[in-house]
């Protein structure tokens, strides 16, 4: 399914009047640095010629930085051994040097800077042997007069400094303006070669059959290209691949066994490796990469949308798009402005893939595919799921709800890429949440302790949203009320939500009459225990309560024991304090507490306003 849209996707690029297939053999690459040589082959100068990108942080502040600019040269090699390139980019192998805090040198890993250089200095000398055009001949003496041991001082090197290492390169003459790559004679020769390889490859083709995608019968791949992956090797990583006799079939050996034609490979591989270099079409969570990607030719707009419900916005475009997904939250505008309002195409096919590397390979999670409105609907849903305060209307991102999975105190905690994958299907479908997710959040909130810098570390809007959402959500998919409103409900009856809002009163009046000035209150000892036995907690903290309230005003008195005793007579018609409770149950005991601790910070605070307006 993945590869059939991948080339679906690249028929749609090249069917649009704005695309322009590059010819077989030719793949474009990063280059940051341009190599300009004097005719006698010596380098003359090395410029920058990176180009200037306008980014914004996280605050939104304007920040520009450089980035590398696109040029089309022949397709690398993907050989992890020494293995030169047409017209060489890497600086190991054009320079046969490495680079360090004490400069430049020609020994590396048991002479591999020496053997890497040779073998570019005998690949290009061969090829480029009978061409005469200047910049052909400049490039053959380079390579012919270039002597790394020599070349460790050299001036046009030592002011890239630490940019040498990762940085790639291209050529041209010094005062000219046309690139190596762009050389006639260059260009009929190695085309020539493409083709001759092309006809042998046909020729020698072992394997004629019935290509699984386009079920024409054409050459079958024997070994499918790597892919740039993120996170993967860093000589690149197969979507298709067997090598050990246990994948062998029917007779069928390699990735002959995957029945994908020679062509079908090529389109494929390389429209992943563009979406992976794109970071319009592609975010990253922990190991877990998301590509994404509309079934049209420009689908700037789709994926603008999309990449919103992973991350604050990082640009104006993306701000005004987030406006508008607020506005639906607090129903200012419906769905169907939201999605006018966009100006995406609702009908359009909306493929999401989820991909890990696993060594040399990758490892496909899971792939989504849907109308991009039916999308757009999910998503708003699962955002109106996640609201817990209706006067805030702000987006609950995918990358808060993984940062909420995880302890504060974690060094480098990830989120397994199964749970991941569940929820963002959920919210893609509309269906219910793993129980993994609220089982993960209650136990992040029972387990985590507040600090004084943050007041909601162990319980914020994120995590209460993400365990309103799961539990409305499965009362409504099955045909129930939803239980959890955005605020206090003083009507809810169940003992688990009362238990909750019983123990925030307890905590609001501990607080109350010590001054705030505790080294630890009843949350950071019972909380958790109170989570999940209420009967063998509440009733001491109910006695712990009375002492407390010997310390506080007439009117805070009457105040809280009015709130406990109209909570204490629900629970009484309930048959009292629960024994224990259920992953569900903790859940709303949480959110009676969360809704209860609100407004008794107000209650306080009115108090305090009320004092102050007195003096």
């Not at 192998?93 to 040198?105: A, M, R, T, V």
Request: aromatic content about 10%.
């Amino acid at each position: 399914m993945l590869i059939k849209a991948l080339c679906d996707y690249a028929d749609k690029l090249e069917e649009s009047s704005g695309s322009k297939k590059l010819s077989e053999g030719w793949s474009e690459q990063d280059v940051h640095f341009q190599i300009r040589l004097t005719p006698d082959g010596d380098i003359a100068s090395i410029v920058d010629i990176r180009e200037e990108e306008k980014t914004y942080t996280r605050k939104g502040k304007e920040k520009i930085k450089l980035v590398p600019r696109k040029v089309v040269l022949p397709t690398r090699t993907q050989k992890s051994t020494i293995c030169s390139n047409f017209i060489e980019h890497r600086p190991f192998y054009i320079f046969g040097l490495s680079y360090d805090k004490n400069g430049f040198s020609a020994e590396f890993n048991n002479d591999r800077a020496r053997k890497s250089h040779k073998a570019f200095a005998k690949h290009e000398q061969e090829f480029f042997k009978g061409l005469t055009s200047e910049i052909c001949t400049a490039y053959r003496r380079f390579t012919e007069k270039w002597k790394p041991e020599d070349e460790t001082q050299n001036p046009a090197l030592l002011q890239l400094g630490n940019d040498y290492k990762k940085s790639y390169f291209c050529f041209s003459l010094a005062g000219g303006t046309e690139r190596l790559e762009e050389d006639e004679q260059f260009i009929a020769k190695y085309n020539a070669y493409i083709s001759e390889k092309n006809s042998e490859a046909d020729e020698n083709a072992s394997e004629i059959g019935i290509c699984g995608v386009t079920g024409e019968r054409l050459p079958i791949a024997r070994i499918h290209d790597k892919i740039k992956f993120p996170g993967g090797n860093t000589t690149g990583c197969v979507l298709v691949g067997m090598k050990k006799t246990a994948y062998h079939s029917y007779g069928k050996t390699l990735s002959y066994n995957s029945n994908i034609s020679e062509s079908v490979m090529k389109k494929y591989t390389s429209t992943l490796n563009d979406l992976l270099e794109n970071k319009k079409h592609h975010i990253m969570m922990d190991d877990l990469v998301i590509v994404y990607f509309a079934m049209k030719a420009n689908d700037s707009q789709e994926c603008n949308a999309f990449s919103l419900m992973y991350s604050p916005p990082v640009d104006e475009t993306q701000n005004m798009l987030s406006k508008t997904f607020e506005d639906a939250l607090s129903g200012i505008t419906t769905d169907e402005q939201v999605i006018k309002e966009l100006e995406v195409d609702e009908d359009v096919t909306f493929y999401v893939v989820g991909m890990t590397p696993n060594s040399s390979r990758i490892c496909q999670k899971f792939i989504y595919r849907d109308k991009f409105g039916s999308i757009i609907h999910n998503l708003i849903q699962h955002q109106r799921d996640m609201q817990i305060a209706p006067v805030i209307d702000k987006q609950i991102y995918f990358s808060s709800i993984k940062k909420e999975l995880i302890s504060p105190k974690a060094t480098n905690a990830k989120v397994p890429p199964p749970l991941m994958t569940s929820i963002m299907l959920s919210a893609f479908n509309g269906s219910n949440y793993p129980n993994e997710l609220l089982e993960t959040v209650v136990r992040r909130v029972k387990c985590d302790s507040d600090t004084d810098k943050s007041d909601y570390i162990k319980l914020n809007r994120v995590r209460a949203g993400i365990i309103k959402a799961c539990l409305n959500r499965k009362a409504r998919l099955s045909g129930k009320e939803e239980e959890i409103k955005m605020t206090l409900d003083v009507n809810n009856n169940d003992p688990a939500y009362l238990c909750g809002r019983l123990f925030a009163v307890y905590e609001a009046i501990q607080k109350l009459a010590s001054g705030g000035d505790l080294n630890r209150t009843i949350v950071d000892s019972y909380f958790a225990s109170a989570c999940k036995r209420p009967s063998g907690i509440l009733p001491t903290l109910s006695q712990l309560a009375q002492v407390h309230m010997r310390k506080l005003s007439t009117e805070m008195v009457n105040t809280y024991d009015s709130i406990i005793t109209n909570i204490m007579n629900k629970l009484n018609g309930n048959e009292g304090f629960p024994l224990t409770l259920d992953l569900d149950s903790q859940g709303k005991f949480v959110i009676g507490y969360y809704q209860q601790k609100d407004r008794c910070k107000y209650i306080n605070n009115f108090k305090d306003r009320k004092e102050e307006s007195h003096e």
